[in-house]
């Protein structure tokens, strides 16, 4: 029954930043387990961070490059991704989602999805 919003998304130049928000505008995240995930025209959509309710556990996978970094607010039921050295192939629809289960989690098993913001990198 969690809503999700994400924002902070738009035109960015290579090597610049953004930060996205996720915001449960609809219930809370009390609980819950975040991802971000991403995809590009064409492409397959990617997992690019997790984290846990209780903010002890996060993970990345290698195609980031330790450019990115997830947090969350629970007090303001808001859950961030820093992008940094934003490069070209970054470009991409990306996507919060959220599920009650505890990390590791599958693709498929979130339950709960935002409709997506857009991320533009340009050369």
């Known amino acids: 029954q969690v809503r999700l919003v994400e924002s902070g998304g738009g035109l960015v130049q290579v090597g610049g930043s953004l930060r996205l928000s996720c915001a449960a505008s609809?219930?809370?995240?009390?609980?819950?387990?975040v991802g971000w995930f991403r995809q590009a025209p064409g492409k397959e959509r990617e997992f690019v961070g997790g984290?846990?309710?209780?903010?002890?556990?996060?993970y990345y996978p290698d195609s980031v490059e330790g450019r990115f970094t997830i947090s969350r607010d629970n007090t303001k039921n808001t859950v961030y991704l820093e992008m940094n050295s934003l490069k070209p192939e970054d470009t991409a629809v990306y996507s919060c989602?959220?599920?009650?289960?505890?990390?590791?989690?599958?693709?498929?098993?979130?339950?709960?999805w935002g409709q997506g913001t857009q991320v533009t990198v340009s050369s």
């Open positions: 989602a959220a599920d009650l289960g505890t990390m590791p989690l599958n693709e498929n098993d979130y339950h709960y």
């Open positions: 609809e219930g809370t995240f009390t609980g819950y387990t």
């Open positions: 984290i846990s309710w209780d903010r002890n556990y996060a």
